[in-house]
């Protein structure tokens, strides 16, 4: 990965110099800080993830971020491709590195100290330090401004499905898991890693108090049920859904604190309605 590194050094010099005039950004949550930042104008091609802002959506698509086309990218004539962590595969990244296009790779991590590092990753390419240093003391802000919990620590299941696909469970190593962590709440998932199946029997024996999925996925599931066994667990008996925008709640950009203050507020309030 020396490239990433030379990359990084050179923009954070070059950004000091001359800012992008024309961005390829990979990654919702990279594309939403871009335009954040008030350099939307700059951007001119964008991955299918890019849904926030709405003006986002009608820039070219350069796929999805895990199957780029280095030829696609090209096209547009970018002066800087700014990566997600988990953008590739490394064979269009290394096309697009001996086509001599700077690129920025950010920071991986599920926190706000890593959306904050992320955030800083992109002011300074951009030449737009002190806005960045305003929304990161925002993000700060309403992150510290998330009570701790009053009640025992809720038990709660996030599925998820993609690409209309079978829905799955987050485990650990996940956005999702980092989410109701943050929130104070236990991922009953947690004993196992990624993304993955659940047969009714498991979803029984996990008995999650509270279920939490994306818009996306509520527009995805077609046979009025979530998960098979779900209406067996105590989630199911009490109607304990929470449902928020995907790139809201799991991007880990701008809207970090203010997402994470939502969904800790919604889960309170099951607490309380609970009386416990």
């Known amino acids: 990965m020396k490239w990433v590194i030379a990359a990084l050094a050179a923009l954070t010099s070059a950004a000091l110099a001359e800012a992008p005039s024309r961005i390829v950004s990979v990654g919702g949550a990279a594309t939403e800080t871009v335009f954040a930042l008030g350099a939307g104008e700059t951007v001119v091609g964008v991955d299918t993830s890019s849904v926030y802002p709405e003006k986002a959506t009608a820039l070219p698509q350069v796929g999805y971020q895990r199957m780029l086309s280095a030829e696609g990218i090209a096209s547009l004539k970018p002066d800087l491709v700014i990566l997600a962590a988990t953008a590739g595969p490394p064979a269009a990244i290394e096309q697009l590195e001996k086509l001599g296009i700077p690129m920025l790779r950010l920071q991986e991590g599920y926190n706000v100290g890593a959306t904050i590092a992320r955030v800083q990753q992109i002011g300074t390419a951009l030449g737009r330090t002190s806005q960045a240093d305003e929304i990161c003391r925002k993000i700060q ?67 999650p108090e509270v279920v939490v999925t994306t818009s996306r996925t509520i527009k995805a599931v077609t046979s009025g049920e979530l998960l098979p066994g779900l209406a067996q667990t105590a989630a199911g008996r009490n109607a304990r859904l929470i449902v928020m925008d995907d790139l809201y709640l799991l991007g880990f950009g701008p809207r970090v604190g203010e997402a994470l203050a939502e969904f800790s507020k919604k889960l309170a309030d099951y607490r309380l309605s609970a009386g416990r």
Do not use: C, W
């Open 141 to 207: 802000a309403d992150a510290t401004a998330i009570p701790s919990p009053r009640h025992p620590t809720a038990r709660v299941l996030f599925v998820m499905s993609a690409g209309g696909g079978a829905p799955l469970v987050a485990g650990s190593g996940t956005a999702a898991d980092a989410v109701i962590t943050l929130a104070g709440a236990k991922n009953v998932g947690g004993d196992f890693s990624g993304y993955k199946q659940l047969s009714p029997e498991a979803l029984v024996a996990l008995d």
